[in-house]
């Protein structure tokens, strides 16, 4: 049974930093993914298995850095700058393609609430 497993997530000033992990029970490619309440889940970030693929929302580019060590079947988020717009839940997702499509995605974490005050 594949698991995806974050944690980092808190309350932080505009400004500040998280770093958010996700821990797999295997290798796979990686994303991050976030849902504001009321509002549709979005694309922030994600990498091949190699890493040699990244991409970021516009949003966050600049501010977030996806990282992985795959020796631990882990990825991290780290965040920078945080607005309080970057208030959301945060999902890591695995799969076998790096992509900013939900729906390319076949495995889920279950999310880690991050918010930040102005």
């Known amino acids: 049974q594949v698991q995806l497993v974050e944690s980092g997530g808190g309350l932080v000033q505009a400004g500040g930093s998280l770093r958010l992990s996700c821990v797999a029970s295997?290798?796979?490619?990686m994303g991050w993914f976030r849902q504001a309440p009321g509002k549709e889940r979005e694309f922030v970030a994600a990498?091949?298995?190699?890493?040699?693929?990244?991409y970021y929302a516009d949003s966050v580019k600049g501010r977030f850095t996806i990282s992985r060590d795959n020796a631990k079947n882990t990825v991290h988020l780290q965040m920078n700058s945080l607005k309080p717009e970057d208030t959301a839940v945060y999902y890591c997702?695995?799969?076998?393609?790096?992509?900013?499509?939900?729906?390319?995605?076949?495995?889920w974490g279950q999310g880690t609430q991050v918010t930040v005050s102005s």
């Open positions: 295997g290798r796979y490619a």
């Open positions: 997702a695995g799969g076998n393609t790096a992509s900013r499509r939900l729906g390319a995605y076949d495995y």
């Open positions: 990498n091949s298995w190699n890493a040699g693929i990244t």
